[in-house]
């Protein structure tokens, strides 16, 4: 049976956020983010698309299992560290819908689900009459010993759809990686595009 792209609103949305609270543990403990994250955290963290409205989940299933999510919601309704570069600048929040995680088990990728991930969330925002989507990347140094070798970054596929980096748009968001004790704050570059 091949993977079902569902759009998760309201209920179905708030069904889907434990599944969504694993799945970020597991995709994101690995390179680049190096996450280690707890199902405590993770049930606070994604419990505000629940209460948003706008919020969107973009599942991807294969069958019952959740192996791909992708969520947003108005960037007006985010974390001050990602609204902050947008108000420095000038720009009309209420224009800007927010795409956050896209996570993807590594057995799935390769199949076109991150397009579509992008396709659905780009399309939930234009519904919504926004004109803009946005979102951040972790910056890590070239250098850091736990790259993997033969690691593609994502920046190629982004161009694509139509992103550019925010020139200078920097944000910093805390979180603890693996091996670590305590939270240290993370750069992450700013993306946008038009719609």
Not at 153 to 174: C, N, S
Request: hydrophobic share 40%.
């Amino acid at each position: 049976m091949p993977v079902q792209i569902k759009l998760l609103t309201h209920q179905t949305l708030q069904d889907a956020l434990e599944d969504l609270a694993r799945l970020r543990i597991e995709v994101f403990r690995a390179w680049p983010y190096l996450y280690d994250g707890t199902m405590d955290y993770e049930t606070r963290y994604l419990a505000r698309y629940a209460q948003t409205p706008g919020a969107v989940i973009v599942g991807a299933y294969d069958g019952d299992r959740l192996v791909g999510a992708a969520t947003g919601e108005p960037l007006a309704k985010e974390v001050i560290q990602f609204r902050e570069p947008f108000e420095e600048r000038g720009f009309d929040l209420d224009q800007i819908f927010y795409l956050a995680e896209s996570v993807l088990v590594p057995e799935y990728r390769g199949q076109g689900l991150g397009q579509q991930f992008y396709e659905a969330r780009e399309a939930h925002a234009r519904a919504l009459g926004f004109t803009r989507t946005s979102f951040c990347a972790v910056l890590r140094p070239n250098d850091h010993p736990a790259r993997p070798p033969a690691y593609v970054p994502l920046t190629d596929f982004w161009r694509k759809r139509g992103y550019a980096p925010l020139e200078g748009a920097i944000v910093y968001f805390p979180w603890k990686d693996v091996g670590e004790t305590e939270e240290t704050e993370k750069p992450m570059q700013v993306w946008l595009k038009d719609l």
